[in-house]
């Protein structure tokens, strides 16, 4: 596969797979970066391949879904050649217990090259959070605490100690009173009820910013060229380890840089951190 030139996707109509809003935040930066004219296909349903709020489980891992929602949007708009769907995902922090991990994902594919080009964003998401109520005041504290109503909330009933939205599921609540009154009634019937933040992009301010960030990786992808072939994606990936302690240069487990792969040609490099020596506090050595 020939290299494509930096402004291959110039003036190209790229279809989004979205019903939330997301080309709010990634066609302005992928026309300006890239030069892709963004249009969302009439009526998409991206719930199809799997909610937040549990009703519709997610098959496969957030590429594989983002590639399905790709398909579907060339479906619906045939005349495309180039397919953008946005997927996220949270679960466990890997390293800060009691805090959720969120990863955006923004997938680009050129169905004329073959080409499959990807932006990610993982950081903590506080965010991403719910509470069992019991009372209206506990509603009003939590609903404030997370920013409700420009944080959305989503409100479902409760079994065996756990979120079940097929007992109840209320979703789109964009008032106090609303909210209270969806909740009051599951206080009547059952005494409790589940509620937590909804993580719908077009009701989460803090998914649409790294979403944005996951667009801007992407455009990074396409811009760093493999030195051997000149193919996009050419970014840092995992960490070598070993970056010499401050004191006595021995080895420690913090990162000397980043290895980048060309997964067309094979070529490697790896990409120094910017500082040169580590805090003694990681040494095993000086810190043991």
Request: glycine fraction near 10%; proline fraction near 8%.
């Amino acid at each position: 596969m020939h290299a494509p030139p930096l402004d291959a996707l110039v003036g190209r109509t790229a279809v989004l797979a979205t019903m939330h809003h997301k080309e709010r935040v990634i066609a302005p930066l992928l026309g300006r970066f890239l030069g892709l004219r963004v249009q969302v296909p009439p009526g998409f349903d991206s719930d199809r391949f799997g909610t937040f709020s549990r009703e519709i489980a997610r098959t496969g891992s957030a590429l594989e879904a983002a590639r399905a929602k790709i398909a579907a949007g060339f479906a619906q708009l045939p005349e495309a050649r180039v397919g953008l769907a946005s997927e996220g995902s949270f679960g466990p922090h890997p390293e800060l217990p009691f805090v959720s991990m969120g990863l955006e994902l923004v997938l680009l594919v050129d169905r004329d090259s073959g080409l499959e080009l990807a932006g990610w964003h993982g950081a903590p998401a506080p965010y991403a959070t719910g509470e069992r109520i019991t009372d209206l005041a506990g509603l009003r504290e939590f609903a404030t605490r997370v920013g409700f109503p420009a944080q959305g909330l989503i409100v479902m009933g409760i079994a065996d100690g756990q979120p079940t939205p097929t007992r109840a599921l209320f979703k789109q609540l964009d008032t106090w009173d609303a909210l209270e009154a969806r909740v009051s009634t599951l206080l009547a019937e059952h005494g409790e009820a589940w509620v937590e933040t909804d993580l719908r992009a077009h009701r989460c301010p803090h998914r649409m910013r790294r979403i944005a960030r996951a667009s801007l990786a992407l455009v990074r992808a396409w811009r760093s060229r493999c030195p051997a072939c000149g193919q996009p994606d050419f970014v840092p990936g995992e960490p070598v380890r070993g970056l010499p302690c401050a004191w006595c240069l021995a080895p420690t487990t913090l990162a000397r840089g980043h290895r980048q792969h060309c997964r067309h040609c094979g070529h490697e490099a790896i990409r120094p951190v910017r500082r040169m020596l580590a805090d003694p506090a990681h040494c095993d050595r000086c810190n043991p």
